[in-house]
């Protein structure tokens, strides 16, 4: 079945990098497009970047020039490396997967499977 895994959240202070990284397996990576969202608390979830499936990149922009989304079709993976973080940038950070091959969206409603999430708190 599709599973996608987070990893790399955690504390940071302002102004510090963290890498996030999501492990897919269960379907033909190479296909499709990813995304990373995030929620924070009270607040509803929101796209922070999307990669498509021939590498074209999306950000918000909260993020851009910020944060960097890549994928490795090898290890069918893709990453989130966010430098210059702020307090604001605190919040669960979700991996998706889109939902149909050779399509690209901003909208949570266009991806079927989610991570379980990692916490990035950023400290001031």
């Known amino acids: 079945q599709v599973q996608l895994v987070e990893s790399g959240g955690g504390l940071v202070q302002a102004g510090d990098s963290l890498r996030l990284s999501c492990a897919t397996s269960?379907?033909?990576?190479?296909?499709?497009?990813m995304g990373w969202f995030r929620q924070a608390p009270g607040k509803e979830r929101e796209f922070v970047a999307a990669?498509?499936?021939?590498?074209?990149?999306y950000y918000a922009d909260s993020v851009k020039g910020r944060f960097t989304i890549s994928r490795d079709n090898a290890k069918n993976t893709v990453y989130l490396q966010m430098n210059s973080l702020k307090p604001e940038d605190t919040a669960v950070y979700y991996c998706?997967?889109?939902?149909?091959?050779?399509?690209?969206?901003?909208?949570?409603?266009?991806?079927?499977?989610w991570g379980q999430g990692t916490q990035v708190t950023v400290s001031s």
């Open positions: 269960g379907y033909t990576f190479r296909s499709y497009g």
């Open positions: 998706a997967k889109v939902r149909a091959m050779w399509t690209m969206t901003r909208e949570p409603s266009g991806y079927d499977y």
């Open positions: 990669i498509t499936w021939n590498y074209a990149t």
